[in-house]
């Protein structure tokens, strides 16, 4: 199975300042159609998982711009260029490339 | 959008069912993956079903104690768990999930807590 590790798994930021984590993946995640099958996960606090960012940097419907990602192979970054309030809450990366889908271990994103 | 069924509470050794209902759109062509997650924990992946042909793939961790299904008429997916543990206490979603395309993963349903209990 693919081994993801997430770093740090505690993340405490100011209002307005960036964040940065990190995913590393035991082995390759690009995919024989060329495509890297990496995935980012927001859960907030008591609510369902939800998709942020998928194929590495490709945002969803409704996620803020300030959202990014980056990465290639087996090493991915999410950024969040200005932290907000709503921004509170656990952040999983996902490999997708084969079964079982394996996801990282969290980063817990706090106001500071 | 995906509606699941309730909280449950169960002893050790019973079974479960939790139910997850597409509304709003075709079956046709869904994939659903199950994911679990204990309290205070990460989350876990569980298995897949297409509703396709019904098949099925699960992680090797649940082989051979849990089943997923497929009801067509009622567009609704079936999780069955056996044999319940304590560990077995947790938060199951169910996610849309068409691996390989931008439909991997994207909806979840809002979960259904269930707490193993002698």
């Known amino acids: 199975d693919v081994v993801m590790t997430q770093s740090p798994r505690s993340l405490p930021v100011a209002l307005g300042q960036p964040a940065s984590i990190s995913c590393t993946s035991s082995?390759?995640?690009?995919?024989?159609?060329?495509?890297?099958?990496l995935t980012w996960f927001q859960q907030r606090p008591g609510q369902s998982p939800r998709r942020l960012l998928y194929k590495v940097s490709n945002r969803d419907s409704g996620v803020p711009d300030r959202f990014s990602g980056s990465g290639s192979g087996t090493d991915f970054t999410l950024k969040i260029s200005r932290v907000e309030a709503e921004d509170v809450g656990i952040y999983y990366c996902m490999h997708g490339i084969n079964w079982p889908y394996t996801f990282g271990q969290g980063t817990k994103l706090e106001i500071k | 959008q995906l509606v699941q069924s309730g909280v449950e509470v169960k002893k050790p050794g019973a079974s479960v069912k939790v139910s997850c209902k597409v509304s709003g759109e075709s079956l046709s062509g869904y994939g659903i993956s199950w994911v679990r997650q204990a309290p205070g924990q990460g989350l876990e992946w569980m298995g897949w079903?297409?509703?396709?042909?019904?098949?099925?793939n699960y992680a090797q961790k649940f082989q051979g104690r849990v089943t997923m299904t497929i009801d067509r008429l009622t567009k609704t997916i079936y999780m069955e768990m056996r044999s319940l543990t304590f560990d077995d206490t947790a938060v199951y979603y169910c996610a849309r999930d068409l691996p390989y395309t931008v439909l991997a993963m994207d909806v979840w349903g809002q979960g259904t807590a269930l707490t193993v209990s002698s």
């Open positions: 082995q390759s995640l690009v995919y024989p159609d060329g495509n890297t099958y």
């Open positions: 079903i297409t509703a396709h042909n019904g098949n099925t």
